[in-house]
C-alpha cells in the first residue's frame, strides 16, 4: 500500500499536494500550553466533509440491546467533561526517514494540545446495551474516498475495554468552541493517549462487532512493518514519548536556519507520552546530555513543558532534546525505520549559529 | 535574492519546510461564505511572535505632527468596521512553474475568505496629523528574521493615497474573535484588494515618511522581474482575478486524483479579483467552454461563489475554470512565469475519471 522514495529523491508533487492541504504545528507554538485552533496539527485522508447538524445523526449498532439514533441536541444534552489532550499524527517524523514512505511527509510538526468537550463514550454505549460477546466498537466518519484500491469511509476500531475507558470522549467543542469543520464537525471520536487516527472525526456510526475490524485503516494502514510484503506488523496504538523543543533565535528566510544571540538562552520545549507521564527530558549541546526542568503537566493525557538555561557561546551547535516515560522508554537517537514511516520518535536535532 | 530549481526538479527540504508550518486552504472549504479560521491560509516569513496585549503598543510616528502611542484597549474603543475581505497570497500558484522559484511552494490553496474588524487607519492618520510632503506610510511588524542577506523585522508600505482609502482597516478581529497568534495577534494592517503581503501582520509602528520605503519587502521581493539580474520589476499590488473549484466526486488517498458519478454535477466555486468585480466565470469541459450561475458576492472586497451544471459522462475528462473582471482582465491558460513566482493566476486544471 505504501510506496517507497528512492534514495536522495526529491519530494514529489503528490507529497506537495498532501504537505499543502494538512499542517504541521509551527513549533514556536509549543509556548502554548493550549494550541490555538488555527495552528493544531491536520492530517485528514480524503476531502473535509461539509456535514448539516440539523440532518446529522449520530446511530450506534450492531451487537447492542438498543439501537440508538443521537442528534447533536441530544449528544450536547449528556453529562459533558472538558480535558486537555495532546494528539500526534502516527506519522510524524516521516519525511526525514531514508528510504522515505510516500505519503503525508511529516517533519517534527504533527502534534498539537488542545481543550476538548464531550460526552463520555463509555455512558453511550452502556444505554445501547453491548452484547457481551462484542471484542470491538468500530467507529466510522462520514470522510469517504479511495485508499489501497478499495472505495471506502474512513473507519478504525478500539477494543471494547479501551472504548470503556472514562477519558474517551464524543467531542463537539475544541478550546471552547463547537468544532471546526477540519477537526470533524459536528462530532467526533477523542481518544487520549493514542496517536491521532484513532480519534476518527466526522463520526457517523459506532457498531459493536463480535470479531475483530478488518477494515483497511484498521487493519493493513498504522503497522509497524519491518518489511512491504511478509510483515504485517503490530498495530500502531499509544503515542511514543516525544519531546520537542521550540527552535531558539530567530531564523532566516525561506531556509530557516536558526540564529540565536550569544548569552544566556532558554531552551523551552514540550514532552508527551500515551503511555506514562514523562520522567525525563534531556538537552544535548554538541553531544554532552543535560537535565531540562520539568514543569506540571498541562493535563493527565497532555504534554509537560520543560527547560534548560544554556549559556550560548559564538560558533555553530547542535541542540537535540529527547524525552523518557515513566515506563523507561526513551527516545531513539538513530531512526528505526518501518515501511509506513509510522511512531518515528527520534530526537529532535537543531543546528543553530550562535553570534 | 530568489533561486530558480533545475527543470523537474523534485521539491527540495527547504520547500518542505516552508509547506509543513504554512498553510493553505484545502479547497472544499470554497463551501464557506467565510473560511474557518483554522481553514484560512497563512503565510509566515519568520517565526509566529508570541506578544502580549498588556505590554504591546502601536507606535505612529515619523513625518507627523503628534505621535501616538496606542494601546489595544485604545484601539478597540474606536470606531469599528466589519467587513468580508478575501486574502490571496501573492505567491499562490508558484509551485506549478517550470522553473520553480525556492520559496513556499504553493499549489492553488493560498487563499480564504474571513470577517474582519478593526478600526479604520485613516482615521489614525488624522488623528497624527500626517504632514503634507508625505508619500508615503510604512507599516512595521514584530516578526523578525534574516532574508536577503539582512537582519530586519518584516515591514511594507502604502502610498499615503493607498493608506487613506476608507476600506484599509487596523484589524483585531477575525471571523468575530480576537485574532490567532497566527494572523498577526493583537493588531494587523488590513488592506482589501491587495495581495497579502501588503497586510502587515503583528504590527509594531506606522511611519509616515516623505521618500518611497526600500525596505526588502517592499523594494525587492514582490515584484514582477523577468530576469532575475537585470529586471527589478513592477511591484506586485492588486489581486489578480481568479477562479477556484470545489474538486468534484471524491479523492484517493495519498494521490488525491478525483472520482465522479456519472449524471448531474453542480460544479461549484468562487471568484474574486482585487481591482474590480468579477464579471464571468467560465468552466472548461474538455477544451469547451460555458458561462457558470454567478451568485451575489460576499461582499464589496471578497469572493463571489458560481455554478456550473455538469452532464457527467464516464470517463476521463479535464475540468477547468478561468475568471474575468469588470476592467476585462481574464485569467490566463498559459503561465507568465516571472523570477519570484508572483501573481500566478493560471487558471485552474482538474482532471476526473468520471464513472
Redesign the interface.
Known amino acids: 500500500m505504501v510506496e517507497i522514495a528512492g534514495a536522495g529523491?526529491?519530494?514529489?508533487?503528490?507529497?506537495?499536494?498532501?504537505?499543502?492541504?494538512n499542517?504541521?504545528m509551527?513549533l514556536?507554538?509549543l509556548?502554548?500550553d493550549l494550541t490555538?485552533?488555527?495552528?493544531?496539527y491536520?492530517l485528514?485522508?480524503?476531502?473535509?466533509p461539509?456535514l448539516d447538524p440539523a440532518s446529522w445523526r449520530l446511530r450506534v449498532g450492531g451487537n447492542v440491546t438498543t439501537e440508538l439514533e443521537l442528534t447533536l441536541d441530544q449528544i450536547r444534552e449528556r453529562p459533558a467533561a472538558t480535558i486537555p489532550v495532546t494528539l500526534e499524527c502516527a506519522g510524524n517524523g516521516r519525511?526525514r526517514l531514508e528510504p522515505r514512505p510516500?505519503?503525508?511527509?511529516?517533519?517534527n510538526?504533527a502534534v498539537a494540545t488542545a481543550s476538548w468537550t464531550g460526552t463520555p463514550l463509555r455512558s453511550v454505549l452502556e444505554e445501547a446495551g453491548v452484547a457481551p460477546n462484542t471484542v470491538e466498537i468500530v467507529f466510522t466518519g462520514a470522510d469517504?474516498?479511495?485508499?489501497g484500491g478499495e472505495?471506502l469511509d474512513y473507519a478504525r476500531s478500539l477494543p471494547l475495554t479501551d472504548a470503556l475507558r472514562a477519558e474517551v470522549l464524543l467531542a463537539y467543542e475544541m478550546n471552547g468552541r463547537p468544532l471546526?469543520?477540519?477537526?470533524g464537525f459536528p462530532l467526533r471520536l477523542l481518544v487520549p493517549g493514542w496517536y491521532g487516527m484513532t480519534s476518527v472525526k466526522w463520526l457517523a456510526r459506532i457498531t459493536a462487532v463480535t470479531e475483530p475490524f478488518r477494515g483497511l485503516h484498521q487493519a493493513v494502514a498504522y503497522h509497524y512493518q519491518r518489511t512491504e510484503d511478509d510483515d504485517p506488523g503490530e498495530p500502531v496504538t499509544r503515542i511514543r514519548p516525544r519531546a520537542l523543543m521550540i527552535?531558539p533565535g530567530?531564523?532566516?528566510?525561506?531556509?530557516?536556519r536558526r540564529?540565536v544571540d550569544c548569552g544566556p538562552v532558554s531552551i523551552r520545549g514540550r514532552a508527551w507520552s500515551g503511555s506514562a507521564p514523562i520522567s525525563r527530558v534531556e538537552v544535548g549541546i554538541d553531544g554532552d546530555w543535560f537535565d531540562a526542568a520539568l514543569a506540571e503537566p498541562v493535563g493527565e493525557w497532555a504534554w509537560r513543558g520543560w527547560t534548560y538555561e544554556w549559556e550560548a557561546a559564538p560558533g555553530h551547535h547542535v541542540l537535540l532534546c529527547r524525552a523518557t516515560d515513566e515506563t523507561g522508554e526513551v527516545q531513539p537517537l538513530e531512526q528505526p525505520w518501518n515501511v509506513q514511516g509510522v511512531g518515528n520518535n527520534l530526537a529532535q536535532e537543531v543546528p543553530v549559529t550562535v553570534r
Not at 180 to 183: C, G, I, L, V
Open positions: 529523491q526529491g519530494i514529489t508533487p503528490m507529497e506537495l499536494a498532501q504537505a499543502t492541504r499542517r504541521g509551527p514556536e507554538a509556548e502554548h490555538p485552533t488555527g495552528l493544531h491536520l485528514v485522508h480524503f476531502d473535509i461539509a519525511a510516500m505519503t503525508q511527509p511529516w517533519l510538526e469517504h474516498g479511495i485508499e472505495e471546526e469543520p477540519q477537526h527552535p530567530f531564523p532566516d528566510f525561506p531556509e530557516r540564529y
